[in-house]
């Protein structure tokens, strides 16, 4: 994890990403989307692959630093597949509850423990 504590939450996918739920992206989310109540809709519905990639896009862009070129939606496409897919989705709603609180702070990661037994279930039915 980062040391910054500027309302970025880091996420690890190529290298170490920051991403920034700022008032840019709920502009953008309100005329892509209607509104930024949706999220949890949009990140789940039939278009839910596209919308997370442009999402992941414009908050990977709001999190960069100065000296980072802006990403492409094909270049954060390339980022997310199956094995980290949950993660990423996961991550835009902690970024997204950060930036509704106005902390600096990402917000605890409920339940590890219950994570760490679905992992073992999960590699427990590929081994069958």
Known sequence: M????DGRLPIVLDKERHLLFSLNVLDEMQDRFGGFDTLAEVLSGKESIKNLRWLLTLLLNEGAGDDEEPLTEK???HMIHTGNFDEVRTAIFRAFAMGNSGTAEPPAVE???DED????KNAAAGKA
């Open 2 to 5: 980062s040391a910054i504590k």
């Open 75 to 77: 270049q954060v496409g």
């Open 111 to 113: 339940d590890e423990e």
């Open 117 to 120: 037994g679905e992992e073992e």
